[in-house]
C-alpha cells in the first residue's frame, strides 16, 4: 500500500455509538475510508468470509471485549482465514494477560480507548506499514505479562495448532508439508511459525525443533 492509497477500515464493536463516534472521525481523514461494520465478532468474520464489494478491509479496527466472542478470538480466526490482515484491538481495559493474548493471537497493536485522536491514527498507520505501536503502559503490560507467562512454562503460552506446527517442524518437514497434513495456506504455517519463534523465544526451525524434542513432545 503506497502512501497515496486510501486505508479501507472495518470498525467491529458491539456499542452502536461506539462504531459511529469513529466512524465519523475517521471519515474526516482523507486516508482513511469506513467500508465495514459490524457488532460482534461473529458477524465480523461473517462478513469477511463472505467477502465485501471491492475486496478484504486493509485494517480492522476492533473492541477487545465484547459478548460471544471476543477481540483476542475474533482476532485469532481472522488471521487465520487472512493472514495478511492488519488488526489493531481498541479497549477500555488494561491487563497484562489480555495484552499478551492480543499479540499472540496476531494483533499489530492494542491501544487504549483513552489515547488522543492523533494517537489512534499513529497506531493505525504504524499498523498498515506492520509496526507495532503501543503507549508506554501497554508495553509494560505486555513485558509483564510475557515474563508471567515465562515463569508458568512457555509450552503453556502455546496453542494447539502451534503444537501440531512445532511437532512437524521437529519431524524436518517443510512449510509446504506442514501446510498439506494441517489442510492450512502456506501463510498461516509461516504465522504461525513466527509466534512459535516469539514465544519460545528461538531464532530458526533447529532451534524450535531442538526445544520440541527436550520437552519431550517429539518423536525420537
Given amino acids: 500500500m503506497t502512501e497515496t492509497q486510501t486505508c479501507r477500515i472495518m470498525i467491529v464493536d458491539d456499542h452502536d455509538m461506539v462504531r459511529m463516534g469513529l466512524k465519523t472521525y475517521l471519515m474526516l481523514e482523507p486516508k482513511f475510508e469506513v467500508v465495514a ?8 468474520l ?19 471485549m465484547m459478548p460471544g466472542m471476543d477481540g483476542v478470538e475474533t482476532t485469532r480466526r481472522v488471521i487465520e482465514a487472512f493472514p495478511e490482515m492488519r488488526i489493531v484491538l481498541l479497549t477500555s481495559f488494561l491487563e497484562d494477560e ?19 485522536s492523533e494517537e489512534l491514527v499513529y ?16 508495553s509494560q503490560a505486555l513485558t509483564r505479562g510475557l515474563r508471567q507467562r515465562s ?10 495448532r502451534e503444537k501440531e506446527v512445532l511437532l512437524l517442524i521437529a519431524e524436518g518437514r517443510a512449510n509446504k508439508e506442514i501446510a498439506e497434513e494441517l489442510h492450512i495456506s502456506i501463510k498461516t504455517v509461516k ?19 531442538v526445544y520440541a524434542h527436550r ?6
Fill in 37 to 44: 461494520e459490524a457488532g460482534s465478532g461473529e458477524e465480523a
Fill in 46 to 64: 461473517r462478513l469477511l468470509e463472505k467477502g465485501l464489494p471491492d475486496g478484504p478491509p486493509d485494517l480492522v479496527l476492533m473492541d477487545l
Fill in 98 to 116: 489480555k495484552v499478551v493474548a492480543a499479540v499472540e493471537a496476531g494483533a499489530v497493536s492494542y491501544v487504549l480507548k483513552t489515547v488522543s
Fill in 123 to 138: 497506531a493505525l498507520n504504524g499498523a498498515l506499514r506492520g509496526m507495532p505501536v503501543m503507549t508506554s503502559d501497554v
Fill in 151 to 160: 515463569a508458568q512454562g512457555v509450552d503453556e503460552g502455546l496453542t494447539e
Fill in 191 to 209: 504465522t504461525h511459525v513466527s509466534n512459535l519463534l516469539m514465544k519460545c523465544e528461538m531464532e530458526d526451525r533447529t532451534q524450535l525443533a
Fill in 215 to 220: 520437552k519431550g513432545w517429539a518423536k525420537s
